[in-house]
């Protein structure tokens, strides 16, 4: 299993609070990362660390390191754009943005320069495709990508962020504003996405992290408690903490 | 068991009573615009009914005419009209741009210290009384205009439109900074996620996103840029004829023409003024129906 990301003695603070404590994790490709654990853990500002998101917001310091492909420092060595073309984002609320659904595909190719209008349709159709969602839109790539239904909006913005071609997409409790249906449909999705890409999911779902994580780490107040294969996790876990919190004992 | 009806009663009065006092508010400022709308109208179509009494004025000619000579009998709005047009034009060309990076500096680029600096400096122009601009454009802009002008005088549509666009700017601003503010955060992040820079998500998303906002602006901007008197009444040269063929020239504006003759004017030239204000008026409702036209479009996006 090769390492994607490695994170070391990683500390964020949002002003005097600190966030996260000391998280030492290795993150591994071509794998599903769950990020488990009660609202206010740290988990969505974990993986917003990871394409460094947190820097829109003032007053955020981070300590420690975290490099791409165990070598390359995110947060020293590489610009924050370089960054989000090979680390990839899909967010809770679908977001897809107010213009046509070709349009909002094409939005991370064209940012990079790429006008050439026949690779443009290329990478349209097969980040749709990618999504699963080539069939219910190819003849209406001009309607808004808000006319979709939400699991559709979702689904665009996966295929927006696939468009860019990343080794790693994060997706920050993708499902929660989704109908079950929806969801099944964006569980399935990332089964098959897990091939090409490494996948690393915030979820407050346990059932969703045991379907279809390969990894879990559980956090409790910013810190990781444990991590490890799912299955273990689950069935079996050390740590007194992460069995409370999978039986439902508290969260 | 008496006291609590007694108090029902009390309230069902009061309750009357304030209803009352709402319905008469809201009415004073509606009989306030129907009186004003009918004073203009009756007085200023006089001049041009059959039979007036200091003699009828063909509405062609004074729509069309280019010459305000009252001691001669010549009543031509045309070039006042063509003047407005270019300066409110003229200062929108120079103040939508500036206000929309003003507003964009403000609301995304600029650290929160420095915005929070700009933003109320620049609505403070907004409280500036207008005479002072007037003033300014007087003291500082025709002499600079005098340096290079081919004309005699600095006095002209660009000192006009260089007056107006310093006073379109506070709205133009303060309205396009609360509309950028507004577009959601997730639109952002999602631009930004996908390797877009600041700037690209500025141009292809966060403007795209406060359009109906900065429409709004700009349309509040014509209104004040159209309606404004006192200020340009200062720099515009005000001549009695002459449809401006250069930015030198000097203008006169529907709104001046007003200001300048009302304080003396009888008869004839009285009731011509007021023909002014309904030309300047129909302006005015043009563009508050434009502005009514957007709001409801915004409102259903």
Same mark, same amino acid.
């Given at each position: 299993m090769e390492t994607k990301f490695k994170i070391q003695d990683l500390n964020l603070f949002y002003g005097d609070f600190q966030?996260?404590?000391?998280i030492t994790l290795d993150l591994y490709e071509n794998k599903v990362t769950a990020l488990i654990g009660p &609202?206010?853990?740290g988990k969505s500002t974990f993986l917003r660390t990871l394409n460094r998101m947190? $820097?829109?917001?003032?007053n955020v310091k981070i300590t420690g390191k975290i490099l791409l492909?165990?070598?390359? $420092?995110?947060?020293?060595?590489? $610009?924050v754009i370089g960054l989000r073309t090979r680390v990839g984002m899909v967010f809770q609320k679908p977001n897809p943005f107010p213009m046509s659904i070709y349009d909002n595909v094409a939005y991370g190719p064209r940012c990079q320069g790429l006008k050439d209008k026949k690779k443009l349709d290329e990478i349209v159709e097969e980040a749709l495709r990618g999504a699963a969602l080539w069939d219910e839109v190819k003849d209406k790539?001009?309607? &808004?990508?808000? &006319?979709?239904s939400g699991g559709q909006q979702q689904r665009l913005c996966i295929a927006r962020a696939i468009a860019m071609a990343p080794e790693v997409i994060l997706m920050d409790?993708?499902?929660?504003?989704? $109908?079950p249906i929806a969801t099944q449909k964006v569980e399935q999705l990332m089964g098959k996405l897990k091939e090409k890409y490494t996948i690393i999911i915030v979820t407050h779902s346990m059932q969703q992290a045991a379907r279809i994580s390969d990894k879990t780490a559980f956090f409790l107040m910013g810190e990781v408690i444990e991590f490890g294969d799912t299955d273990k996790i689950f069935?079996?876990?050390?740590?007194k903490e992460t069995e409370d919190y999978i039986t439902g004992r508290f969260g | 068991m008496d006291v609590e009806i007694k108090l029902t009663k009390k309230r069902a009065f009061s309750e009357k009573l304030f209803h009352a006092l709402f319905l008469s508010a809201g009415l004073f400022a509606v009989i306030c615009v129907t009186a004003i709308i009918i004073l203009i109208f009756t007085r200023g179509s006089r001049p041009f009914m059959p039979g007036n009494e200091y003699g009828t004025y063909h509405f062609f000619n004074f729509l069309t005419g280019t010459f305000w000579r009252p001691a001669f009998g010549e009543y031509g709005v045309g070039y006042m009209i063509i003047a407005s047009l270019f300066a409110t034009f003229g200062a929108m060309l120079l103040g939508v741009p500036i206000g929309i990076l003003t507003a964009v500096f403000i609301a995304e680029v600029a650290p929160s210290w420095l915005a929070k600096i700009m933003q109320p400096t620049v609505e403070l122009l907004a409280a500036i009384p207008s005479v002072l601009y007037g003033v300014f454009g007087f003291a500082v802009i025709v002499p600079m205009i005098n340096n290079f002008?081919?004309?005699?005088?600095?006095?002209?549509l660009m000192a006009v439109i260089l007056v107006l666009t310093i006073m379109v700017l506070p709205s133009i601003v303060a309205i396009s900074v609360t509309s950028l503010r507004a577009v959601p955060t997730h639109y952002k992040e999602g631009s930004l996620a996908l390797g877009a820079s600041h700037i690209q998500t500025i141009f292809k998303v966060l403007i795209p996103g406060a359009k109906s906002g900065i429409l709004t602006a700009v349309v509040l901007g014509v209104g004040r840029a159209i309606g404004e008197t006192m200020a340009v009444i200062l720099v515009a040269?005000?001549?009695?004829s002459g449809v401006p063929t250069s930015i030198f020239d000097p203008v006169r504006l529907l709104t001046t023409n007003i200001v300048l003759e009302q304080g003396y004017a009888t008869g004839l030239q009285a009731q011509m003024l007021f023909a002014t204000v309904i030309v300047l008026f129909t302006f005015i409702l043009a563009i508050n129906l434009t502005l009514s036209k957007i709001r409801k479009k915004a409102v259903r996006i």
């Open positions: 966030a996260l404590h000391n &609202s206010g853990c947190n $820097d829109l917001i003032d492909d165990g070598r390359k $420092d995110i947060y020293e060595k590489m $610009d790539l001009n309607k &808004s990508g808000m &006319s979709l409790e993708p499902t929660s504003a989704l $109908d069935t079996n876990p050390d740590k | 002008t081919p004309n005699p005088t600095g006095y002209s040269g005000n001549p009695e």
